[in-house]
Every structure is written in C-alpha cells, then in structure tokens.
C-alpha cells in the first residue's frame, strides 16, 4: 500500500458526460501529479499541484481541470468527455517538487 | 527525439538470470532517477530511487546512473516469475521542470519459470 487513495476505482459513464475523480496524498506529501494511462500506452502527464497551486502543467486537454485543496487533497475534473477518454488515470505524490513519487492504484473510466 | 527513451519488449529471460533494463535520456538538467515496477492495469510501484549518479542496491535490485554518458540501468538478480511487470524508469530535474516526473514508455519484462 502505498498511502495514497483514489476513487472511485471504476467509472462508467457516457459520452458527454462529466466526472470528478479524487485523490488523497500521502500524508505529509505536499505535491500531487495527475497521469493517463490508455491502453497499452505510457503514462502521460497532465498537471501537477504544490501546496495547492499549480506547478506544472503537461498535455492536459482543455475540457480537464484539477485542483488541490487545503487538506491537500486533489481532484481532477473531466467534462464532456469522448470515447477516446477512456483510459486509467493515476495520481501520485510526493513530499516536495520533484522527488520519488508514489502512486496511487488509479480510477479506470470507461466512456460509452 | 524523446526526451525518455526505453526498450518496449517484451524482453523475456529464464527464472534465475540477471536481467538488465536500461533508459536514455537526453536533459542534462535530470538529477533525479527513479525505477517503477508497474502489474498489468495496477498503479506504478517505486522500485528504487537515485539522485545524481552513482549505483544503490535494494536486495535483489541494483540501480546505476551514469550521467556523463545519459543512461541509467536496473539489475535485478535471481530473477522470479514474480517479476514479471512493465518496468518504467522516471527522471526529473531539482526543483522541478515543467513537465513533472518524465517517464520512459516502459519495457514488458516477462520471467519464464
């Protein structure tokens, strides 16, 4: 286990739709990342959070958004989501900016 | 070029051998390393983690960095069935890039009993 949680862990959900995905950090970590992972690709980098504000941003369409609140916890919003948003999504942290991170075991949405 | 470059496999060694993966990298600015074992459709699991260069051993897994030439290495000894993952090495800079921890695309390891 490696202290940080995701929910939910599946999702199911139709296009067009909008969904909300939450993470917990280790306690005491201050940074969050965001990664999709679709099938059989690597992990892609979407966006990450310091002591809640953004500290960098990847590949992260328009339609997504997060954000990291005082608890430190995070969430990742994604709207009007496509076929092609089916993927897994993992959040991980880390204590500060940069260093070994430990990842969460990621919410599978699937869009129909 | 990738920034993160890493043999996808599948590579595929007999129980017992030493199995050697490695990535390529091409950001001068990385100091960080780190080795990710990741199970099918399962969250990425931290494996080792170096900073600048140099070997560490952890058990069965010795990691070396060797900054001058840009590539890093994973050992894992004794090799089990239980090894058998996709392994993903990450890299970042000191205070962080833009881009977060950059990862290589993995390679499928797979041990035969």
């Known amino acids: 286990d490696s202290g940080v949680t995701q929910t939910p862990k599946h999702l199911i959900t139709a296009t067009g739709q909008r969904v909300t995905l939450r993470c917990s950090p280790r306690s005491g970590d201050l940074s969050v990342y965001w990664y999709q992972q679709s099938l059989d690709q690597g992990l892609q980098f979407l966006i990450q959070?310091?002591?809640?504000?953004?500290?960098a941003k990847g590949n992260i369409l328009e339609r997504f958004s997060a954000q990291q609140f005082p608890d430190l916890h995070s969430e990742l919003n994604l709207s009007s989501l496509e076929l092609g948003d089916s993927a897994l999504y993992f959040c991980?942290?880390?204590?500060?900016?940069?260093?070994?991170?430990?990842f969460g075991q990621g919410t599978r949405l699937t869009v129909v | 070029q990738k920034e993160v470059e890493q043999d996808p496999g599948p590579l595929s060694v007999p129980e017992g051998a030493i199995v050697s993966l490695n990535c390529t990298y091409s950001?001068?600015?990385?100091?960080?390393f780190m080795w990710y074992r990741q199970y099918s459709r399962k969250g990425p699991e931290l494996l080792m983690y170096t900073y600048s260069s140099g070997n560490k051993e952890d058990g069965r897994f010795t990691a070396q960095v060797d900054k001058s030439s840009k590539y890093i290495s994973l050992f894992i000894r004794d090799s089990q069935p239980s090894d058998s993952a996709t392994y993903l090495c990450?890299?970042?800079?000191?205070?962080?890039?833009?881009?977060?921890?950059?990862f290589g695309k993995g390679t499928h390891l797979i041990i035969q009993p």
């Open positions: 959070y310091y002591n809640g504000e953004e500290r």
């Open positions: 991980a942290s880390s204590t500060t900016v940069n260093t070994e991170a430990f």
């Open positions: 990450a890299m970042s800079e000191p205070g962080g890039g833009a881009d977060g921890l950059t």
């Open positions: 950001n001068s600015a990385f100091q960080y």
